[in-house]
Structure formats: C-alpha cells, structure tokens
C-alpha cells in the first residue's frame, strides 16, 4: 500500500474576477513528513493550503484545475468539514480563536467539530497540555486577553483536538517573538517524530522552517520552482540570497 497522504496534482486556483493564484502546482505528502512551503508575499501559498482543505469558496475562490487526492481519493470538491472528519486538519492565519471564550472551552471546539466522546476528548487535552504547559497554566483565561503566541499555540491545540492526521498549517510563526516561534516549531518537531503526524506549513520564516521540515518547495507567482530537502535547500546560495537574508539557516 502506497504511504502516499495527500497529493495535489497540478492544482491550478484563481480568485474572483479571475485573478489567477495557482498554476498547476503538484506535491506529494508521505505518511510523517514535515514539509514546508516557503515563498514571498502573495506567491500563492495560502491558496494552495486554503485549496487543500476546499475552504477557496468562502474567499470566492477556486480551484480552477487538477485535482487533490487524500489516501488516493479525490477530494477536490468534499466539503470543509469532510476534510476534517477524514483526518486533514488546518490551522490557518489569523488563528480565529473565540475572543469571548476561555483557551479550554476553544480547544473544546475542535473536540467537538470531530465528534470526540469524553474520554478521547480528555486524552486531547492531556497531550495539548503537555505539549504547551503555558496553555494548561493559562486554561482559564479568556482567549482573546492572551498573548499572540498563546493563541498560535491554543489554535494548533484546538487543531490537535480533532485528532489529525494530516495538519496544514499557515504561518505558524506571524507575529511572534523568536523564543516563541523556536518554542512552536519545537512541538511541532516534536509530534511529527513522536506521534508521525504528517505535517505541511507556508512560512515566511524560512530559516525556521528549513530547520525543522524534511523538505520544503518553493512558490513563485503560483508555480513550484524548486523542492527537495531541507538539508539541501539550506545550502543552496540562491535560496540563502533570496529567502535566507543571505545567512545559512541553522541545522
Ligand atoms: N481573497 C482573495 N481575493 C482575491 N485575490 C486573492 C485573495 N487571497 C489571495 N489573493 C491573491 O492571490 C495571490 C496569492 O495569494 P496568497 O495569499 O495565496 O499568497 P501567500 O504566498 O500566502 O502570501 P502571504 O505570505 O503574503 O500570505 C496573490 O496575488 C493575492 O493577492
């Protein structure tokens, strides 16, 4: 059986009054990969992580061609929820917490979206605990009075509740400040090695991203124009010129 998670074949993706975002871009994801899309402003990659999950439509958006496989199944057109339910989780920009709630009544939410009965919904929380003390520390506290990387780290919580297969995340590290940029990166390092949660995130940090994923690709004006290891990427003096600020990014 083929370990392949999810596949996007030649997606293609445009906005309304055709603005095109996407041409033809294709990726694989294997079982436990961390992969990273790395590229500048507006070269399409929330799109193609908005066109994993289908939410394109919300933005009046879509997928224009190609298609994208989830175990081999197209889901091109299956409804957001449905991702979710088959295991693709994404944790998107902007973190869309509950202002109003508390952080546990947030990671609460993604328990519920997958229909998680107590004791799975108990288990969640224990392992979003124990991967972000700050949260358990903070568990009471109204969301939207905490701290951005507090929130960044109750909204992958919340992603992890409903039990991931794949997680698709957008700019995991926008806004924070570096300790706690290194300190997200670090669990997310550490669920892809410890659970083999198989993970694909668009960042403009690339020196971060390029030390933590296995391989990375790089968009340019909607096009892959360049994928492969981590490892090898970092060394590359294009891409330190161009995304690395000239700097090699850190094993
Ligand atoms: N809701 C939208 N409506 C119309 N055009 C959009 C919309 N969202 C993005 N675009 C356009 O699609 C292209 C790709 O944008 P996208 O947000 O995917 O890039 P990005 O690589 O994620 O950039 P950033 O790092 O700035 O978020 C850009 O030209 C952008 O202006």
Do not use: W
């Amino acid at each position: 059986m083929s370990d392949i998670v999810l596949e996007f074949d030649r997606v293609s993706a445009a906005y309304s009054g055709a603005i095109a975002a996407l041409h033809g871009v294709s990726l694989t994801l294997r079982a436990g990969d961390f992969a990273a899309l790395l590229g500048a402003n507006g070269a399409g990659k929330t799109t193609l992580l908005k066109a994993a999950s289908n939410l394109l439509p919300a933005e009046r958006g879509r997928i224009t061609g190609g298609q994208i496989l989830y175990r081999g199944e197209d889901v091109t057109r299956a409804s957001p929820d449905a991702h979710i339910r088959k295991g693709l989780v994404p944790v998107l920009e902007g973190r869309r917490l509950f202002r109003s709630l508390s952080i546990e009544e947030n990671l609460l939410t993604g328990a519920h979206g997958k229909g998680l009965g107590r004791a799975a919904t108990a288990r969640g929380l224990e392992q979003v605990y124990a991967l972000f003390p700050r949260l358990a520390q903070r568990r009471h506290a109204v969301a939207g009075l905490t701290s951005g990387g507090e929130q960044q780290m109750a909204a992958i919580g919340r992603g992890l509740m409903a039990v991931p297969e794949v997680f698709v995340l957008d700019e995991p590290s926008m806004g924070l400040a570096p300790l706690v940029v290194a300190e997200i990166f670090e669990a997310l390092s550490r669920l892809n090695r410890e659970t083999g949660l198989t993970i694909l995130l668009a960042e403009q940090n690339s020196a971060i991203a390029l030390s933590h994923a296995h391989h990375a690709t790089v968009i340019e004006n909607g096009r892959s124009v360049l994928a492969g290891p981590a490892a090898e990427l970092r060394q590359r003096p294009d891409i330190q010129a161009s995304y690395l600020g000239g700097q090699v990014a850190p094993a």
